[in-house]
Structures are given as structure tokens and as C-alpha cells.
């Protein structure tokens, strides 16, 4: 059995965004699953949309998720080179077979030429194809003027894609196309064809907004005698509101944004593989190796997949809390508040390991840690806008931070211990658990969220929560 390549190519445009990850992500499990090779090529022929530092974006990008290639940048292998802005004269050699059977032609016409026709066919109601205005004649093709691929067998075309079935399209679809633009770099439409056939690509997954393209490009494999490779096209990534494509305009982002927001590589790996794909259980959580062992093209569906961003941030949570300890410290890096950089590294692992359970994303951290290193601000409009709080008055609120204070004093400040105290105040105060210990918890944090308010008191130190009483006492009698 020919053993399994796959690959990702992708274009240095900008930005690399969650699209172009699974794109990448369905054919590394592919080719992981059955021990096959994985190639990542440059396709950079488009130079208009050239953007400098883009290749090492992508790069960056697939290494902090884990996607490894065996071959392509950085890697090399026998097929290179994998930029195909290095390759010109391998779509030279390609170009001369299709010259040579009189399937490639010198393109004459200008733009001004080419809009008369289209003019011209809209006149006539008819759909424009250039093949209906090709040269009567031509001349030999000298490389300033682009090189135009000349379809030659007019014909339905069927197809089978692993995702969408059984697929075909009339000659409608067919039309002549340019192969070699007159800067001499090829067209994708070639490129990527000669790439796949010298590359002996196998499968090639990508995008549904190519299924139109296809039947040009098997008009392509048979003039270049060919053989296709087994083709996929996964379902589009859909806006929140699962009636368009994701794009800018919905709030998508590039994956380095998800990154700097403290989405974890496990996590994003995890949900773009869940984006059109699951395995028939009702499992939501995947590592790296179950996802190699479960996945397959026969389970990706043919409708969108809707973007749900609250779903990405719950399962970032869900990774965060299989972490341990020392794992989440070294993820941490960067995220901490300014103050912190003074704190010792067992200082932080004990703040860390408080607000662990309740972190959804590693940009949380200095929200839910700031006040352990710093003083906070008193905020009292958190309390006037705490459905509980907000009907104490202020000697109501005075009188209860006062009997905390004297209470807590006398605890060993040790997490039970506090608990103990906590539990003998509400009875001496005969207050509920949500106005009681929302009120101490917001006097020593000012902070919207926080552990468990014994575990907090214990971090915070005795003195540091007897000077936080105080300052809020004092507050209330301004």
C-alpha cells in the first residue's frame, strides 16, 4: 500500500487564522494516524500579497500547537525545495509538456481586450468563458506574456471527495486558465498540482470554497497525465450565528490573538478538531494522541461548523485543570500582574494553585491574583451593585467588618482554622454565608472573583487582612 503524504500549504498573506489551522490540523492527524509523512510547503507565487515575516508566523504557529512536519521548511527532504517562489524551473519543465501537445497558449489579449469580452457575452446572455475567445493563432510563448492553460476536453467531470461525496460538474466548469503569469511565477491553479505530483502528495485536504475549481484542475491531471491524489474539502467555519462564513467582520481572530488571551496549544488543537468532526461519542475533550487514534475523514460532516467562542473558552478550562501545578506555572509565564515579578516562584505556585479551579484562561491570572501581591483599590460600587450587599447601610457594613476583624485576630490563620472562625461568626452575627463572606471577601480583594474566602485569608497573612478591614472600616465612616 503507497504509504500515506499529506500537506499544508500555506500562503505568507498576514495573519494565520483558525481556518487555515484545521486545514492543517485533519491532514497531520491523517497522515500521524497511519504513520505517513506530513510536508509543509510555501505557496508564495501571489507577491502582491507577499507579507514579510508571515513564514515565520506560520511556523511559530504550528510549533506551539505541536503540528510537526516531516518534511518541507526548516526540514528539507528529497522534494525541495518546498518555496515556490524557488521553484520556477520545475513549473518551467511542466509548462513545456502541456506547450509541447499544443495545451498551452501565449495569452495575447489585454485587460481592456478581455472586459470587451465579457461585455460582449453578457450582451449575448451567455456565461463568459475565455475558451470561446482564444487566438485563432499563436505565437510562441517567450515568458512576457502570461501562459494560458488550453482546455481541450470539453465534458462532465465526476469526482469523489472523502467529505462530500460523490461530486461532478458539467463543461460549464471548464474554462481555459492562466498557468504562468508574465512575472513568471505559476498561478495556484498550477502550482500547487506540479507540488502535489513531485511531492507524491496522496491526500489533499482543504477548503469547500475550491469544489468549483476542481473540474479545472482534473482537466489539468489528465493533460499532464497525472493520477489525482484522494481530495477532501472540509466544511466552512461558520460566524456565531451559523449563517455565513467567519470572517473579520464576526470577531474572528488569528491564532497568535487566541494565544496572547491564554488559550492553551491543547485546547486549540482540541476545538478546531472538534469544528466539523467528532468521533459518534458524546466525548468533548480530546488529548493530541486520542484525536490521532479517532480521527477520520468518514466523520467530518458536509454542513458548517459554527465558531462558538464561549465553548473554546470553557474547554480552555477544562485544560487548565488537567495541568498540574508546575505544568500551569511554566504556561504562566507572561501573564502575570507587574507586581508579582517581586514574588518568589513559591509564592506564586501557592497563589496559582488557589485560583487554578477558576481560571478559564491564562489571562485571568492577574484579575484573579493581583490583590495577593499588591494593594488593592476599594471599589464600593461593587458593593452597591451586589444583589445581596447592596441593602446594607454603611454602619450595617462597618459593624460586620468590625466583628470579622476581632474574630479573625484570633485565628491561627491556618485554612481550618479560619474556616472554623468564618463558620462561629455567622452565628454570632447571625448573617447569611452570601452577605457575610461576600462582604469580607470584597473588603480584603476588592476583586469581582477569588478562592474560597478561608484559603484566601490564609494567603493573604493575618496583618494584611487586619490592615484590609481597616481601610474598608475606615472608608465606610467617610
Given at each position: 500500500?503507497?504509504?500515506?503524504?499529506?500537506?499544508?500549504?500555506?500562503?505568507?498573506?498576514?495573519?494565520?487564522?483558525?481556518?487555515?489551522?484545521?486545514s492543517?490540523?485533519?491532514?497531520?492527524?491523517?497522515?500521524?494516524?497511519?504513520?505517513?509523512?506530513?510536508?509543509?510547503?510555501?505557496?508564495?507565487?501571489?507577491?502582491?500579497?507577499?507579507?514579510?515575516?508571515?513564514?515565520?508566523?506560520?511556523?511559530?504557529?504550528?510549533?506551539?500547537?505541536?503540528?510537526?512536519?516531516?518534511?518541507?521548511i526548516?526540514?528539507?527532504?528529497?522534494?525541495?525545495?518546498?518555496?515556490?517562489?524557488?521553484?520556477?524551473?520545475?513549473?518551467?519543465?511542466?509548462?513545456?509538456?502541456?506547450?509541447?501537445?499544443g495545451?498551452?497558449?501565449?495569452?495575447?489579449?489585454?485587460?481592456?481586450?478581455?472586459?470587451?469580452?465579457?461585455?460582449?457575452?453578457?450582451?449575448?446572455?451567455?456565461?463568459?468563458?475565455?475558451?470561446?475567445?482564444?487566438?485563432?493563432?499563436?505565437?510562441?510563448?517567450?515568458?512576457?506574456?502570461?501562459?494560458?492553460?488550453?482546455?481541450?476536453?470539453?465534458?462532465?467531470?465526476?469526482?469523489?471527495?472523502?467529505?462530500?461525496?460523490?461530486?461532478?460538474?458539467?463543461?460549464?466548469?471548464?474554462?481555459?486558465?492562466?498557468?504562468?503569469?508574465?512575472?513568471?511565477?505559476?498561478?495556484?491553479?498550477?502550482?500547487?498540482?506540479?507540488?502535489?505530483?513531485?511531492?507524491?502528495?496522496?491526500?489533499?485536504?482543504?477548503?469547500?470554497?475550491?469544489?468549483?475549481?476542481?473540474?479545472?484542475?482534473?482537466?489539468?491531471?489528465?493533460?499532464?497525465?497525472?493520477?489525482p491524489?484522494?481530495m477532501?474539502?472540509?466544511?466552512?467555519i461558520?460566524?456565531?450565528?451559523?449563517?455565513?462564513?467567519?470572517?473579520?467582520?464576526?470577531?474572528?481572530?488569528?491564532?497568535?490573538?487566541?494565544?496572547?488571551?491564554?488559550?492553551?496549544?491543547?485546547?486549540?488543537?482540541?476545538?478546531?478538531?472538534?469544528?466539523?468532526?467528532?468521533?459518534?461519542t458524546?466525548?468533548?475533550?480530546?488529548?493530541?494522541?486520542?484525536?490521532?487514534?479517532?480521527?477520520?475523514?468518514?466523520?467530518?460532516?458536509?454542513?458548517?461548523?459554527?465558531?462558538?467562542?464561549?465553548?473554546?473558552?470553557?474547554?480552555?478550562?477544562?485544560?487548565?485543570?488537567?495541568?498540574?501545578?508546575?505544568e500551569?506555572?511554566?504556561r504562566?509565564?507572561?501573564?502575570?500582574?507587574?507586581?508579582?515579578?517581586?514574588?518568589?516562584?513559591?509564592?506564586?505556585?501557592?497563589?496559582?494553585?488557589?485560583?487554578?479551579?477558576?481560571?478559564?484562561?491564562?489571562?485571568?491570572i492577574?484579575?484573579?491574583?493581583?490583590?495577593?501581591?499588591?494593594?488593592?483599590?476599594?471599589?464600593?460600587?461593587?458593593?452597591?451593585?451586589?444583589?445581596?450587599?447592596?441593602?446594607?447601610?454603611?454602619?450595617?457594613?462597618?459593624?460586620?467588618?468590625?466583628?470579622?476583624?476581632?474574630?479573625?485576630?484570633?485565628?491561627?490563620?491556618?485554612?481550618?482554622?479560619?474556616?472554623?472562625?468564618?463558620?462561629?461568626?455567622?452565628?454570632?452575627?447571625?448573617?447569611?454565608?452570601?452577605?457575610?463572606?461576600?462582604?469580607?471577601?470584597?473588603?480584603?480583594s476588592?476583586?469581582?472573583?477569588?478562592?474560597?474566602?478561608?484559603?484566601?485569608?490564609?494567603?493573604?497573612?493575618?496583618s494584611?487582612?487586619?490592615?484590609?478591614?481597616?481601610?474598608?472600616?475606615?472608608?465606610?465612616?467617610?
Amino acid at each position: 500500500m503507497t504509504s500515506i503524504r499529506t500537506r499544508f500549504a500555506p500562503s505568507p498573506t498576514g495573519y494565520i487564522h483558525v481556518g487555515n489551522i484545521r486545514s492543517a490540523l485533519f491532514p497531520w492527524l491523517l497522515a500521524r494516524q497511519n504513520k505517513g509523512t506530513f510536508v509543509l510547503r510555501i505557496e508564495d507565487t501571489d507577491q502582491a500579497r507577499f507579507v514579510e515575516g508571515a513564514t515565520d508566523l506560520i511556523i511559530d504557529t504550528l510549533n506551539w500547537l505541536g503540528i510537526d512536519w516531516d518534511e518541507g521548511i526548516n526540514k528539507g527532504g528529497d522534494y525541495g525545495p518546498y518555496i515556490q517562489t524557488e521553484r520556477r524551473e520545475h513549473y518551467l519543465v511542466w509548462a513545456q509538456k502541456l506547450i509541447d501537445k499544443g495545451l498551452a497558449y501565449a495569452d495575447p489579449y489585454s485587460e481592456d481586450e478581455v472586459e470587451k469580452f465579457r461585455l460582449e457575452a453578457k450582451a449575448n446572455k451567455k456565461a463568459f468563458l475565455y475558451r470561446d475567445y482564444r487566438p485563432t493563432e499563436t505565437t510562441k510563448w517567450d515568458g512576457t506574456q502570461p501562459l494560458r492553460f488550453k482546455v481541450s476536453d470539453i465534458k462532465r467531470y465526476s469526482w469523489h471527495d472523502e467529505v462530500m461525496g460523490d461530486l461532478s460538474a458539467g463543461p460549464e466548469a471548464l474554462d481555459d486558465f492562466i498557468l504562468i503569469k508574465s512575472d513568471g511565477l505559476p498561478t495556484y491553479n498550477f502550482a500547487h498540482i506540479v507540488d502535489d505530483a513531485e511531492m507524491k502528495i496522496t491526500h489533499i485536504i482543504r477548503g469547500l470554497e475550491y469544489i468549483p475549481s476542481i473540474p479545472k484542475y482534473l482537466s489539468l491531471y489528465e493533460a499532464l497525465e497525472i493520477e489525482p491524489p484522494i481530495m477532501a474539502c472540509l466544511p466552512h467555519i461558520l460566524a456565531p450565528d451559523g449563517k455565513k462564513k467567519l470572517g473579520k467582520r464576526d470577531g474572528a481572530k488569528s491564532v497568535q490573538e487566541y494565544r496572547k488571551e491564554g488559550i492553551l496549544p491543547e485546547t486549540m488543537l482540541n476545538f478546531l478538531a472538534s469544528m466539523g468532526w467528532n468521533d459518534g461519542t458524546e466525548q468533548e475533550i480530546f488529548s493530541r494522541d486520542e484525536l490521532i487514534v479517532k480521527f477520520s475523514l468518514a466523520r467530518v460532516q458536509r454542513s458548517g461548523a459554527r465558531f462558538d467562542e464561549q465553548r473554546l473558552i470553557w474547554m480552555n478550562g477544562q485544560w487548565i485543570r488537567k495541568l498540574s501545578l508546575d505544568e500551569l506555572y511554566d504556561r504562566s509565564e507572561g501573564f502575570w500582574p507587574e507586581p508579582a515579578n517581586q514574588a518568589t516562584e513559591d509564592r506564586k505556585k501557592q497563589i496559582l494553585g488557589l485560583v487554578k479551579d477558576r481560571l478559564k484562561t491564562l489571562a485571568d491570572i492577574p484579575m484573579m491574583t493581583s490583590y495577593f501581591f499588591a494593594e488593592p483599590t476599594p471599589d464600593f460600587s461593587m458593593i452597591e451593585t451586589n444583589k445581596q450587599l447592596s441593602s446594607l447601610s454603611h454602619d450595617e457594613i462597618s459593624s460586620l467588618l468590625n466583628s470579622a476583624k476581632n474574630a479573625l485576630a484570633n485565628s491561627n490563620y491556618d485554612a481550618d482554622s479560619l474556616q472554623n472562625t468564618l463558620n462561629e461568626l455567622l452565628e454570632t452575627t447571625g448573617q447569611k454565608p452570601g452577605i457575610l463572606f461576600s462582604l469580607i471577601r470584597l473588603a480584603v480583594s476588592w476583586a469581582p472573583f477569588s478562592p474560597a474566602l478561608n484559603d484566601t485569608l490564609a494567603a493573604l497573612g493575618h496583618s494584611t487582612v487586619e490592615s484590609r478591614l481597616d481601610s474598608a472600616i475606615t472608608a465606610t465612616t467617610k
